[in-house]
Structure formats: structure tokens, C-alpha cells
């Protein structure tokens, strides 16, 4: 059975950095591409970035790029991602996932990915 679990959300001031994590088990991590999403109140979830199963590529959505960075420990078991110079508009729910396929570089699309974390809340006050 697979689980996620995220971690390090919390509540940041405008410009500020937090950096979040995914724990997973139930399988062996370091074969599946790990993806980050959010979904803001009213909004549709939206992809975040992504990052390939051995680590050597990774995808990021406009809206984060040059500010998030997606790695991944496979020792560890855990993804994450950092953001800095966060947005008020950076508030939301961040959720990881992780797709059935192995040996897959990531997408962009929610339903590519069939295993999801509950969620971490991240609220950027400006």
C-alpha cells in the first residue's frame, strides 16, 4: 500500500522560504517520478514541479520557476521541495504524488498521477 505523507507547511511572510516534504513507503521509492501540486480555495489543482525517478530531470510549472526546487533523497524515502521569495498567491494546499508507471519522468497533468498525500497547508501573509 502505498503512502504519502507531506510535511513543512506552515505560515510565512511575503518573501520568505519554507521547504516541504514527502515521505513515502510501500514501495521502492527510488523507481517512481514524484510530482507537487497545489489548489488554492476556488481553484483547480495546479501543478507545481515534478521530478523524474533517478532525479536527473525535473519540470517545473511557470508560475514557480527560478523560485522552487524539486530533489528527492532516495535514502530517505522523501521529496521536496523548497521555496523561496514566496507570494502571497503561493497560498494553498501543496500535495505530493507519485505515479503507478516506473521509470517515468514526470507530467504536468493530475491524472497521470495516481497516489496522493492529505495535503500540507502553506499561507504566504504580505
Known amino acids: 500500500q502505498v503512502q504519502l505523507v507531506e510535511s513543512g507547511g506552515g505560515l510565512v511572510q511575503s518573501g520568505g522560504s519554507l521547504r516541504l516534504s514527502c515521505a513515502a513507503s510501500g514501495r521502492t521509492f527510488s523507481s517512481y517520478a514524484m510530482g507537487w501540486f497545489r489548489q488554492a480555495p476556488g481553484k483547480e489543482r495546479e501543478f507545481v514541479a515534478a521530478?523524474?525517478?533517478?532525479?536527473?530531470?525535473?519540470m517545473y510549472g511557470d508560475s514557480v520557476k527560478g523560485r522552487f526546487t524539486i530533489s528527492r533523497d532516495n535514502a530517505k524515502n522523501t521529496v521536496y521541495l523548497q521555496m523561496n521569495s514566496l507570494k502571497p498567491e503561493d497560498t494553498a494546499v501543496y500535495y505530493c504524488a507519485s505515479p503507478e508507471e516506473a521509470f517515468w519522468s514526470g507530467a504536468y497533468y493530475p491524472n497521470d498521477y495516481d497516489y496522493w498525500g492529505q495535503g500540507t497547508q502553506v499561507t504566504v501573509s504580505s
Open positions: 521530478i523524474s525517478w533517478s532525479g536527473g530531470s525535473t
